[in-house]
């Protein structure tokens, strides 16, 4: 009985061995699974969240093409106001700087010897008047005492001769005496345009008008304002050889075309203008096209003579999708675009760009409507394995005067836990 006991003994051992053997694996692998919570685990096999970049829908749409060129602003009439009489300045009749009407009086000239003119034409005229009386009433006494042969025919013509002379005489004593009194009324210098008057270049007291025309004042008309800029004539050509190809179409009209100015100060004048003409020819020292265009101005806020910046939309794009710029990577070999699909893989697409307009590329050809366009992230990326899927999420402007990560940055609380979520990132 004994042998037979010892004998069950060892022919057991063997599998309860290996029996223990399996459970003490079991209970490492166990050990080795929650060792990364530990303070001291290393690297393990818990899935990591899948980054969150940011994205944009594509969504095609008309978009206006705008050109934003250098410009100058410029009167629509300017008058130089001219003394056309010779004689003392007498007195100035209106406020510099203010707003005045066609035909207001703004200077006086002494009159005096133009009056005196006047009165001299006036007698010379009587006295024409008076000598071509008395030569057609002789004519009238020859005529029927030459018909009886009672004077002869050459004090006739004569006569005839002087009545002519003397009518040509009343004639120009006429003209005289009208020039007279042109010079006349030209002591009372009035305005000839409706516009704003600046400075007074003569004083009273002045003697002004004494062989050439003496400038006096300017009266510049700004309501509308003109605003004279250039464009690159191989901009404009480019231009016209997309809209014969069907690529874009007029903003308005056949050759219409409405235009924004931006002041110095980086605002949208509030008024829109618009485009009259392009000059014919291109500068040969400049290779620029001279535009004008008119833009209203009733309360007189722009002034002739300011630099500011013009945006012509001279065409728009059809079906054309805009993306932020960041969003496009620009190479020599072609734009390329992250694209997201819906199982959060990258792929890269090439596309087509246009123009810029307020920060945003115009995109022709390359992307379809729907499709997800990364715009922030990358960095992300950059540290993660190549074909790492992603979350996509809206991708929201940031704020320019950086008002959210202001308090963020200000509170020494808040960076302690992301340091701390960060730790066990570094140490693996």
Same mark, same amino acid.
């Given at each position: 009985?004994?042998?037979?006991?010892? =004998?069950?003994?060892?022919?057991?051992? !063997?599998?309860?061995?290996?029996?223990?053997?399996?459970?003490?694996?079991?209970?490492?692998?166990?050990?080795?699974?929650?060792?990364?919570?530990?303070?001291?685990?290393?690297?393990?096999?818990?899935?990591?969240?899948?980054?969150?970049?940011?994205?944009?829908?594509?969504?095609? *749409?008309?978009?206006?093409?705008?050109?934003?060129?250098?410009?100058?602003?410029?009167?629509?009439?300017?008058?130089?106001?001219?003394?056309?009489?010779?004689?003392?300045?007498? $007195?100035?009749?209106?406020?510099?700087?203010?707003?005045?009407?066609?035909?207001?009086?703004?200077?006086?000239?002494?009159?005096?010897?133009?009056?005196?003119?006047?009165?001299?034409?006036?007698?010379?005229?009587?006295?024409?008047?008076?000598?071509?009386?008395?030569?057609?009433?002789?004519?009238?006494?020859?005529?029927?005492?030459?018909?009886?042969?009672?004077?002869?025919?050459? &004090?006739?013509?004569?006569?005839?001769?002087?009545? $002519?002379?003397?009518?040509?005489?009343?004639?120009?004593?006429?003209?005289?005496?009208?020039?007279?009194?042109?010079?006349?009324?030209?002591?009372?210098?009035? =305005?000839?345009?409706?516009?704003?008057?600046?400075?007074?270049?003569?004083?009273?007291?002045?003697?002004?008008?004494?062989?050439?025309?003496?400038?006096?004042?300017?009266?510049?008309?700004?309501?509308?304002?003109?605003?004279?800029? *250039?464009?690159?004539?191989?901009?404009?050509?480019?231009?016209?050889?997309?809209?014969?190809?069907?690529?874009?179409?007029?903003? =308005?009209?056949?050759?219409?075309?409405?235009?924004?100015?931006?002041?110095?100060?980086? *605002?949208?004048?509030?008024?829109?203008?618009?485009?009259?003409?392009?000059?014919? *020819?291109?500068?040969?020292?400049?290779?620029?096209?001279?535009?004008?265009?008119?833009?209203?101005?009733? $309360?007189?806020?722009?002034?002739?003579?300011?630099?500011?910046?013009?945006?012509?939309?001279?065409?728009?794009?059809?079906?054309?999708?805009?993306? !932020?710029?960041?969003?496009?990577?620009?190479?020599?070999?072609?734009?390329?675009?992250?694209?997201?699909?819906?199982?959060?893989?990258?792929?890269?697409?090439?596309?087509?760009?246009?123009?810029?307009?307020?920060?945003?590329?115009?995109?022709?050809?390359?992307?379809?409507?729907?499709?997800?366009?990364?715009?922030?992230?990358?960095?992300?990326?950059?540290?993660?394995?190549?074909?790492?899927?992603?979350?996509?999420?809206?991708?929201?402007?940031?704020?320019?005067?950086?008002?959210?990560?202001?308090?963020?940055? &200000?509170?020494?609380?808040?960076?302690?836990?992301? =340091?701390?979520?960060?730790?066990?990132?570094?140490?693996?």
């Amino acid at each position: 009985m004994p042998l037979l006991h010892v =004998s069950r003994q060892s022919s057991f051992s !063997p599998r309860l061995a290996t029996v223990a053997a399996v459970v003490l694996l079991v209970l490492a692998g166990c050990g080795k699974s929650d060792a990364p919570g530990g303070p001291g685990g290393g690297g393990g096999g818990g899935g990591h969240p899948a980054p969150e970049v940011g994205v944009v829908v594509a969504a095609p *749409t008309d978009v206006g093409l705008v050109t934003e060129l250098p410009g100058r602003l410029e009167a629509s009439r300017i008058a130089q106001v001219r003394a056309r009489a010779s004689g003392i300045l007498l $007195k100035r009749e209106f406020r510099e700087g203010s707003d005045v009407k066609a035909g207001q009086l703004l200077f006086r000239i002494d009159p005096a010897p133009l009056v005196a003119a006047t009165q001299n034409a006036q007698a010379t005229l009587a006295r024409a008047e008076a000598n071509a009386v008395q030569a057609k009433a002789l004519a009238d006494r020859y005529k029927p005492l030459v018909e009886a042969n009672a004077v002869s025919k050459q &004090e006739y013509a004569t006569a005839v001769a002087s009545a $002519k002379q003397a009518e040509a005489d009343v004639a120009s004593g006429r003209a005289a005496l009208q020039t007279a009194k042109i010079n006349q009324s030209y002591a009372d210098v009035t =305005s000839p345009i409706a516009g704003r008057i600046g400075r007074a270049l003569v004083t009273e007291g002045a003697l002004v008008g004494q062989g050439d025309a003496t400038e006096l004042a300017v009266v510049q008309q700004i309501n509308p304002l003109y605003v004279n800029f *250039t464009q690159s004539a191989s901009d404009a050509m480019k231009l016209r050889r997309a809209v014969a190809a069907g690529q874009y179409k007029r903003a =308005s009209g056949e050759e219409a075309a409405t235009i924004r100015v931006v002041l110095e100060d980086g *605002t949208d004048y509030p008024l829109e203008g618009k485009l009259l003409f392009s000059d014919l *020819t291109v500068d040969s020292t400049t290779g620029q096209v001279t535009l004008r265009a008119e833009v209203p101005n009733p $309360k007189g806020e722009l002034l002739p003579g300011l630099y500011v910046r013009v945006k012509l939309e001279q065409a728009q794009a059809t079906n054309a999708i805009t993306v !932020p710029q960041q969003a496009v990577t620009r190479t020599q070999q072609g734009d390329t675009v992250s694209v997201v699909d819906k199982d959060g893989k990258i792929s890269q697409r090439s596309v087509k760009i246009s123009a810029a307009k307020d920060n945003q590329w115009v995109v022709l050809d390359g992307l379809k409507a729907g499709e997800q366009v990364m715009v922030d992230g990358f960095q992300k990326l950059q540290m993660m394995p190549p074909g790492t899927p992603v979350k996509a999420v809206p991708w929201t402007k940031p704020n320019p005067n950086g008002g959210a990560a202001k308090p963020a940055a &200000e509170g020494a609380a808040p960076a302690a836990p992301a =340091s701390a979520e960060k730790t066990p990132a570094e140490k693996k």
